[in-house]
């Protein structure tokens, strides 16, 4: 229990919000070998979204057990200075920062091999885990009755945001966290990287396509090649010509990057 407590589980965040709640626990009085293996796959406890989140941070950000907050800060308008701003509040570490390098590396697994396929983002390093919990009714666990999750960070390597998606009983679906949440917690992080302006990441994992994915490869630089030359080299692609001659001085998109086999490739000619 002591590592569930020290991420934050059976106590308020703190955070500046009304109605905050602690989520359930066992008392260590009723900790049997039952409950201790039911706890550590998330059935017989309970949680609040705001635990769920600041325990996956301090699960990926270095090991450390932050309070979060609501508003980052008040800036006067007329003036722009900043009459309020929040600062980080380190409240423990929790876990070593070799092992939340690994708890990352785990999770960005996750999304391009694993549950989270439908949150990778091609040219970034997308980390997450799904969900997929049970409801309880009365004390018994309800058939067909699901909470559908999926919590998603980027990138993978040097968190900058992070997103919790969960979907009480959705209807007409596959009941799994990767189906359905997944891809709702990808269009949020897709929005950040706009929002945020987050640069594409280099050196994550491939992902593992399906014969149902649209299928991603990484363009080849064929700059300097021959036309002949550059055009066998883009041979998944499809390509088009501007300018006249026969070396390609220009291309794009960039080479380097993630571009499914439907993107044309514009090879520029001197």
């Not at 919000?17 to 017989?44: H, R």
């Not at 570490?93 to 439908?118: C, D, Y």
């Not at 709702?184 to 014969?211: P, V």
């Amino acid at each position: 229990m002591g590592y569930i407590r020290d991420f934050g589980f059976g106590e308020k965040t703190g955070i500046a919000l009304n109605g905050e709640g602690n989520g359930i626990l066992f008392k260590n009085s009723n900790m049997g070998p039952v409950e201790l293996a039911t706890t550590a796959f998330g059935q017989g406890i309970s949680v609040t979204p705001i635990q769920q989140i600041t325990a996956v941070s301090a699960a990926i950000n270095g090991g450390y057990l932050n309070t979060p907050y609501v508003v980052k800060a008040i800036i006067d308008d007329s003036s722009e200075s900043i009459i309020y701003e929040n600062k980080t509040t380190q409240k423990r570490q929790v876990i070593s920062e070799e092992t939340s390098a690994m708890v990352r590396f785990a999770l960005e697994s996750v999304v391009a091999n694993g549950t989270g396929k439908n949150a990778y983002i091609e040219n970034y390093r997308v980390g997450g885990k799904t969900g997929t919990a049970q409801k309880v009714n009365n004390g018994v666990y309800m058939s067909g009755n699901y909470i559908l999750s999926f919590i998603g960070f980027l990138p993978a390597d040097d968190p900058e945001v992070i997103v919790y998606v969960a979907i009480d009983n959705p209807k007409g679906v596959t009941q799994y966290g990767g189906t359905v949440s997944a891809p709702i917690a990808r269009t949020l992080l897709l929005s950040s990287i706009e929002a945020l302006n987050i640069k594409e990441s280099s050196g994550g994992m491939l992902k593992e396509y399906t014969w149902l994915d649209t299928k991603y490869l990484i363009v080849p630089d064929v700059t300097g090649m021959s036309k002949s030359d550059a055009t066998k080299s883009l041979k998944e692609f499809k390509v088009k010509y501007s300018g006249s001659g026969e070396k390609v001085i220009y291309m794009s998109p960039s080479p380097g990057t993630f571009q499914s086999v439907d993107t044309t490739i514009t090879l520029m000619l001197n």
